[in-house]
């Protein structure tokens, strides 16, 4: 029975890997279909029905480029670096609630922190291994700017915390049956919406990959398999952050609903590209510490308060 157990969570878990990196494909087709009309442009519209084939085209074309490695560049970690930052960004989906259970546990956010805080590295290890000043600055701006909203991601998720005192992601549907917590906590949902594109490095924060002065930040050595993976890494962690937002305050059970839910969300981490402009790094990094900090640790008492309050009033 064991073994049996252990071979259902192995193909539920290959299964679900495998449906994250087609999503991830279709999720950049979509990118440039709606950058394309925001930009009145065409997208990729032109390769088969409705450019269905052009995200798998483009996996095949990149992956066939030639492999560069530079001489000066600490090879092993240089190497690893991008497949670790991938294996990272996919091991994140196991702690996902599923109706199946499959690696369902109750410490899931938890292991969310624990998991998304560990991509810090793989960044700053990939941009020093290559040895170049571009990749170097960028990795320590990418660094800066991840740690940063970290901190303020971990505040804001423990007022959620806070209402459902518990630590198991299934919980958030269960408390959002009846209310959804964007209508009890707006200004909370906005912040953690703000900083999960900066925890992405989105547009308009993408400053690890600000083109105008750093070529291409952390990445720019990477050509071919390695900028694949740290490109699939990096739209793994987009889809999942929007998989957060949903679960977090649009909850509901995991039915047809949820994945338009999730897509919508995904939209607006594109509409938001396709729109503003990039901000100034000193502004974010004021925005980081002078202001989503106190207002996210007001937050903080005033929930932890109130749950005190109730449970007094219950005694």
Do not use: H
């Not at 442009?41 to 066939?64: C, E, H, M, T, Y």
């Not at 701006?141 to 959620?160: D, F, G, K, N, P």
């Not at 000193?282 to 007001?298: E, G, H, Q, T, V």
């Amino acid at each position: 029975m064991m073994l049996l157990d252990l071979f259902l969570i192995f193909c539920s878990t290959l299964i679900l890997v495998i449906c994250v990196l087609v999503s991830i494909a279709f999720l950049t087709l979509l990118e440039r279909k709606v950058l394309g009309y925001i930009q009145i442009r065409k997208g990729p519209n032109k390769v088969g029905f409705l450019g269905l084939i052009q995200p798998f085209s483009d996996a095949i074309k990149l992956l066939s480029k030639e492999q560069i490695y530079p001489v000066m560049s600490n090879f092993n970690l240089y190497y690893f670096c991008p497949i670790m930052n991938l294996f990272l960004a996919l091991i994140l989906w196991s702690c996902i609630p599923f109706i199946s259970v499959n690696l369902n546990f109750n410490l899931s956010i938890l292991f969310f922190l624990s998991v998304s805080s560990l991509s810090v590295y793989t960044i700053m290890l990939a941009g020093w291994s290559s040895n170049s000043n571009y990749s170097l600055l960028g990795s320590l701006r990418s660094v800066a700017q991840t740690i940063s909203y970290e901190v303020s991601l971990a505040l804001i998720l423990m007022s959620y915390l806070f209402l459902i005192l518990s630590l198991n992601m299934i919980d958030f549907m269960k408390y959002q049956e009846n209310i959804w917590f964007f209508y009890l906590m707006l200004p909370l949902c906005f912040m953690w919406f703000v900083s999960s594109l900066a925890e992405t490095n989105r547009t308009p924060f993408d400053f690890a990959e600000g083109e105008s002065e750093l070529v291409s930040g952390f990445n720019v050595e990477y050509s071919s398999g390695g900028f694949v993976l740290i490109f699939l890494a990096e739209y793994g962690n987009i889809l999942f952050m929007s998989l957060m937002c949903t679960l977090l305050f649009m909850g509901s059970n995991l039915n047809f609903i949820f994945f338009i839910k999730l897509s919508f969300m995904s939209f607006i981490w594109i509409w938001v590209r396709g729109t503003l402009p990039r901000y100034r790094y000193d502004k974010l990094m004021y925005l980081a510490w002078k202001s989503y900090l106190p207002i996210s640790l007001n937050y903080l008492l005033f929930f932890c308060s109130m749950k005190m309050f109730i449970f007094v009033l219950l005694i």
